[in-house]
């Protein structure tokens, strides 16, 4: 899954430290995140909208592979 969540946190000139504690996670979590290591679930999808006050779907972008269910990251 793609983002632009370091895209839209340099817009605000948020941390990762500002965006972990507005969202109640560690920075390491919201590096994860931006480093497409790790996809949240939706609550946190949605609390990630939320917070930069758009859609989820202006926040991810899914690839291909996700499209297709070929994606094993998670697995």
Same mark, same amino acid.
């Given at each position: 899954?793609? *983002?632009? /969540?370091?895209? #839209?946190?340099a817009e605000r000139n948020w !941390?990762?430290?500002?965006?972990a504690d507005r969202l109640g996670? !560690?920075? +390491?979590?919201?590096? =994860?995140?931006? %480093?497409?290591?790790?996809?949240?679930?939706? =609550? /946190? =999808?949605f609390r990630l909208a939320h /917070?930069?006050?758009?859609?989820?779907?202006?926040?991810? +972008?899914? %690839?291909? =592979?996700? #499209? *297709?269910? %070929?994606? %094993?990251? *998670? /697995?």
């Amino acid at each position: 899954m793609r *983002n632009r /969540l370091r895209v #839209l946190r340099a817009e605000r000139n948020w !941390s990762q430290a500002e965006v972990a504690d507005r969202l109640g996670v !560690s920075r +390491q979590t919201v590096n =994860a995140i931006e %480093t497409e290591r790790y996809d949240p679930g939706i =609550a /946190l =999808a949605f609390r990630l909208a939320h /917070l930069f006050e758009c859609r989820i779907e202006d926040v991810f +972008q899914p %690839t291909d =592979a996700d #499209l *297709n269910g %070929t994606d %094993t990251r *998670n /697995l």
